[in-house]
């Protein structure tokens, strides 16, 4: 009688202990955690639970979270040029079969003064790729990811005024888009200058006119290479041209097109439209033979005008393209440069060239190139393969970093002075960030627990040290305009089981024994 | 909860109806005794003298098997007799007196009951240990049933529907071990009052987004409890229950493999009511005697909210933060099955 008395007993509480399971949120894994820095927040895409966390910091010693939902299945989270906006397109449910299934969305999310939901698209079918607006007028969702996708449809999503979204298809040809390229304002000879959106497909280049979204495209096909296949174009760059006055012919729009591979550059014309047409416009179109495989293009102005710029690091030169006549010209260089950057500075445009293959970088004076070819690069031999070039914005715009690829060092360029400032590491593998205010740059290791940050004004290094790895340092302004640091741990794939962290400094005045540590951010909003 | 309620219910009849002797509500001493309280099993001796027809009337020792108000003599009473009485000149003082040891009702008088010695049935009692059942039966007294020490050991089973204990339990079942002991303190017929003391620990742990965290709780609590006997086997009782409750909990930070820490005091009561079950023990209600009961309730327990604030310990990066992980609220109905030993 015991034993079972016993035994209903056990039962009984068995199945009370079996009652109430907790919700999933509480066993959702710690994810990737990507994360982004912002202008006023740092974000961290917490995938499991479908929503962005973006960390902020109230006060000097204070941290604040706000949670966002963004939607399941998130394909891309980028954010704008200024990096005071977020937007995260997701897929939704698929495949969705019930009326309550979340369908594709985009999030628009701002990040200063204080983070906040801007708008939330709703999308009818999900796409894998979001291009957007530098000048954050539009998005654009495009490659579809269904059962059935049709790859040249674009949905184009107005962020400004009361334009409703639009879903574009351009003609093809049986190509497939790769890329999407926002245009300035390009002077279209019978009508007002406008914006254009380009897309390189994998086989021709289409211009969709944004301000008339209801017309038909252009399609301009890629020549047939050697083989007899379509050439593939690798990279669209345009100059908005010059509009025409009283005194001035002014200079028609154009865009220029790298292919792949190939030694031909395409060059399309804004030109005037044919008569009879109901376009504004027509397309006049060269291929240009640069003698060699172009590694990168850029429309510069010279003191002769305008010319597209063709890196051949095959040939260790560069050539210049007149677009009205398309004579080329040559200019040499010490090394086989194979990208350039093109600079504003006082004394006229110039290019940076370096190239993640050879040491070194050189500048090439635009301004001269034509005419006084020889005279118009100087070498600078600096100890890096550079790979990246990191732009400084406000004051210190003058100021560059070049980054190389695990390489220990990084490099400060002031090009006023035309002067490199190495930055040694004390091992491989660190990631340099700016700071958007542009008065410091912070530089860290996903591996280690120290850390630096350097004032761009004087290129000091402040030494920092934390007691867990640091995955990402963003610096973040405050409301009431001080700026903190935060040094995110446990993010972007990094070693780890368990949580995320936070430690907070003062990035204007760093010091490793004024700091504040947070941990729990995945729990934050729970 | 409505299963879990049949299921209860369905449970504490079964036990009623296993555990149970018969019919044996004797609270006013009556002479009927329950079946399990055997009379004398001896058969009587063929040569032994037939009782007294004047003692008969005041034999009051149930025979096997009887449930009438009087019984007939007892067939043992003349075996009874036979062991215990010096001398066989007095068989028929003898067996009235044996057979009514454990009656309330004193016997009426008679000429064999006043010739009889009154140390007699305990020299025979003492004399006859095979019939120690049979004295220790119970006599209508609930006696030490009712009014004793009392020590306790159970398992309680909370409900808790906190969406915050969801960080420590990926269910809502807190189950905690109670130890306690108290005394009855007041008795008036069926009813009493008894004081209990509890002391409670329960814990439960869960890997929550990759975090280990857990908690334990411990309760002191004094508790009122109010009975009512059903028979001196069972009692039912309601409580009330007040003390403090002390919430413990752990979150290990795998970012630096420390834990950080919470404690924190809340306030707690119970309500509960429930039932007794004396499964092992001395039928007699006189006598002090250890015995086992098995303890059923149910009820709801309220708690006061405790805030959760994690503090780190020197593992965690210098100046860390507490975490703040929001109120969590102990309140919930609860089940509870005890062993209790009374003396």
Redesign the interface.
């Known amino acids: 009688?015991?034993k079972?008395?016993l035994r209903?007993?056990l039962?009984?509480?068995g199945?009370?202990?079996?009652?109430?399971?907790?919700?999933d949120k509480?066993?959702?894994?710690?994810g990737e955690a990507r994360s982004m820095g912002l202008v006023g927040a740092a974000a961290i895409l917490d995938a499991p639970l479908h929503r962005v966390i973006m960390v902020t910091s109230p006060s000097r010693y204070e941290?604040g979270t706000h949670s966002f939902d963004v939607g399941k299945n998130v394909a891309v989270m980028a954010a704008s040029e200024d990096r005071d906006t977020l937007f995260v397109l997701s897929k939704g449910v698929q495949p969705r079969r019930n009326p309550g299934d979340e369908l594709p969305s985009v999030t628009v999310i701002d990040a200063a003064p204080s983070p906040s939901l801007a708008h939330r698209f709703e999308l009818t079918d999900p796409m894998q790729q979001l291009a957007v607006d530098p000048r954050e007028e539009w998005l654009v969702a495009f490659k579809g990811d269904s059962t059935v996708t049709n790859p040249n449809e674009f949905v184009l999503l107005p962020l400004k005024g009361a334009e409703a979204r639009q879903s574009v298809t351009i003609r093809s040809f049986g190509g497939v888009p790769e890329e999407v390229v926002f245009t300035d304002e390009l002077v279209v000879p019978g009508g007002p200058d406008r914006r254009f959106l380009i897309v390189r497909t994998d086989r021709d280049i289409a211009l969709v006119d944004l301000r008339e979204l209801e017309s038909e495209e252009v399609t301009v096909q890629t020549p047939s290479t050697s083989q007899g296949a379509q050439a593939r174009p690798a990279q669209v760059v345009f100059d908005p041209g010059r509009p025409a006055s009283d005194d001035d012919f002014g200079d028609p729009a154009r865009i220029g097109v790298r292919l792949e591979g190939e030694p031909d550059v395409m060059l399309l014309e804004l030109g005037e439209p044919a008569e009879g047409s109901t376009r504004d416009f027509k397309i006049n179109f060269n291929i240009v033979n640069v003698g060699g495989v172009p590694s990168a293009i850029e429309f510069v102005h010279t003191d002769f005008g305008l010319r597209l710029a063709a890196l051949v690091p095959g040939r260790s030169d560069a050539k210049l393209i007149d677009p009205t006549t398309t004579v080329v010209e040559s200019v040499a260089f010490p090394k086989p440069y194979s990208k350039l950057t093109r600079v504003e500075a006082a004394e006229g445009e110039f290019a940076l060239l370096y190239s993640p293959d050879v040491s070194g970088i050189a500048f090439w004076a635009l301004g001269r190139a034509s005419g006084t070819l020889s005279k118009s690069v100087e070498q600078n031999e600096i100890d890096l393969s550079v790979s990246a070039v990191r732009d400084v914005p406000g004051s210190f715009s003058h100021l560059k970093i070049l980054e190389g690829d695990q390489a220990t060092r990084f490099f400060v360029l002031d090009l006023e002075q035309r002067q490199t400032f190495p930055m040694l590491t004390e091992t491989q593998g660190f990631t340099v960030n700016v700071a958007p205010d542009g008065r410091r740059a912070w530089a860290f290791h996903r591996a280690r627990t120290e850390f630096a940050s350097v004032e761009l004004s004087d290129l000091h290094p402040t030494s920092l040290s934390?007691?867990?790895p640091v995955s990402a340092v963003y610096d973040i302004e405050r409301e009431d305009g001080t700026r903190a640091a935060l040094a995110l741990?446990?993010t972007d794939n990094a070693r780890?089981?368990?949580?995320?962290?936070v430690?907070l400094f003062d990035a204007e005045e760093p010091d490793s024994?004024d700091?504040?540590?947070?941990?729990?951010l995945?729990?934050e909003g729970l | 909860m409505k299963y879990l309620t049949s299921l209860a219910s369905a449970w504490f009849v079964y036990t009623l109806s296993t555990c149970l002797p018969s019919p044996a509500y004797a609270q006013d001493g009556a002479a009927a005794a329950p079946k399990k309280e055997p009379a004398p099993v001896e058969a009587p001796a063929k040569d032994a003298p037939p009782p007294s027809p004047a003692g008969a009337p005041t034999v009051a020792a149930p025979a096997p098997g009887a449930s009438a108000a009087v019984a007939e003599p007892a067939p043992a009473a003349p075996e009874a007799s036979a062991v215990a009485a010096p001398t066989s000149e007095k068989p028929a003082a003898l067996a009235p007196e044996k057979s009514a040891s454990p009656a309330s009702e004193p016997p009426p008088p008679s000429a064999a009951s006043t010739a009889v010695p009154p140390e007699v049935p305990v020299a025979a009692a003492a004399a006859a240990p095979e019939d120690v059942e049979s004295t220790d039966s119970f006599s209508g007294q609930l006696g030490s049933h009712q009014d004793h020490w009392f020590a306790w050991l159970g398992v309680r089973n909370d409900y808790v529907h906190d969406s915050t204990f969801d960080l420590f339990a990926d269910n809502d079942a807190l189950t905690v071990f109670s130890v306690g002991a108290g005394r009855t303190v007041w008795v008036s017929g069926n009813l009493s009052v008894a004081a209990l003391g509890l002391w409670e620990i329960g814990s439960r742990s869960a890997d929550t987004r990759g975090n280990e965290m857990s908690l334990r709780v411990q309760r002191l609590e004094l508790a009122p409890e109010v009975r009512y006997h059903l028979h001196y086997r069972l009692y039912g009782f309601g409580r009330l229950g007040l003390g403090a409750e002390h919430v413990h909990g752990t979150l290990t930070n795998e970012l630096f493999n420390g834990d950080l820490v919470s404690n924190s005091w809340a306030f707690a009561g119970d309500l509960a009511a429930g039932a007794a079950i004396q499964f092992v023990g001395n039928a007699a209600g006189e006598k002090r005697r250890p015995r086992g009961w098995l303890v059923a309730e149910g009820g709801y327990s309220l708690v006061t909210s405790t805030t959760l604030s994690f503090e780190a310990d020197d593992s965690a990066p210098e100046r860390a933060a507490s975490d703040e992980l929001g109120d969590l609220n102990l309140s919930a109905p609860f089940f509870r099955l005890a062993l209790l030993g009374t003396y």
């Open positions: 009688m015991m079972q008395l209903m007993g039962v009984s509480v199945l009370l202990s079996a009652c109430g399971e907790r919700a509480w066993d959702a894994p710690a941290v934390v007691k867990v741990h446990g780890r089981q368990g949580t995320l962290g430690t024994a700091t504040r540590f947070f941990g729990g995945l729990m």
